[in-house]
């Protein structure tokens, strides 16, 4: 397993990052188009994008990345990774290679958002994240298998909410590490 530089991915390649994507995030991406729109915009100038490759040439996940606040800090967005191949560390390479490349541009903080659109977590489902909203962030964890406990094996912490992102009771977690100085 190799990771490539997204502008080197050949044409099949790429539609290979779109179908994992659309497969692993449906609720982010219904259609195999929305997803090969999603991977084309992640290949844009000033953007980073790096994919998994295995030892046939297929792509088994992929990560982007944009800058934000002058490019002092970088969201994540997105990373996904085939689903015959979770659990083998590959996320685990994508987001160490991310946090690299992001450090080489400047990048002091690696930021994300992971949402929680189905009661994975224990903001999910909550009518009214405001009330006692601190001590609901300190509290947060995992119900099922929600990926904040992927990140936080990464070194990332909960650093906020968007309460009601994707409707209510379906917030927008906000994780961040810090990876320059
Ligand atoms: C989340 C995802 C990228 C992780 O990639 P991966 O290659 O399976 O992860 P790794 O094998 O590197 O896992 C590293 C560690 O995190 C753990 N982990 C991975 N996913 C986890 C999850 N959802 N919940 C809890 N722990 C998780 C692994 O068990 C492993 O733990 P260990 O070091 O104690 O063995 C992958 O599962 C995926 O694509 N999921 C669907 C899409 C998604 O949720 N993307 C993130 C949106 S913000």
Do not use: C
Not at 5 to 29: S, Y
Not at 70 to 80: A, F, S, T
Not at 83 to 88: N, R, Y
Not at 140 to 157: A, V
């Amino acid at each position: 397993m190799k990771i490539i530089n997204g502008a080197n991915l050949t044409r099949h390649q790429r539609n290979q990052a779109a179908v994992i994507l659309a497969e692993q995030l449906p609720d982010g991406w219904s259609s195999l188009a929305e997803a090969a729109d999603e991977v084309m915009e992640s290949l844009e100038a000033g953007r980073l994008m790096l994919a998994a490759e295995d030892a046939s040439g297929d792509v088994v996940g992929w990560v982007g990345a944009l800058p934000q606040y002058d490019g002092r800090v970088w969201e994540l967005h997105p990373l996904v990774v085939r689903g015959d191949q979770q659990g083998q560390g590959i996320g685990t390479i994508l987001v160490r290679a991310l946090e690299s490349q992001a450090r080489e541009r400047g990048g002091i903080t690696l930021m994300l958002g992971t949402d929680d659109e189905n009661n994975r977590t224990s903001l999910g489902g909550d009518p009214d994240l405001y009330a006692d909203l601190p001590g609901k962030l300190t509290r947060i964890r995992s119900l099922h298998r929600h990926p904040i406990d992927f990140y936080r094996k990464l070194g990332f912490q909960v650093v906020g909410v968007v309460p009601d992102a994707n409707g209510v009771g379906r917030p927008d977690i906000l994780m961040a590490k810090r990876i320059g100085i």
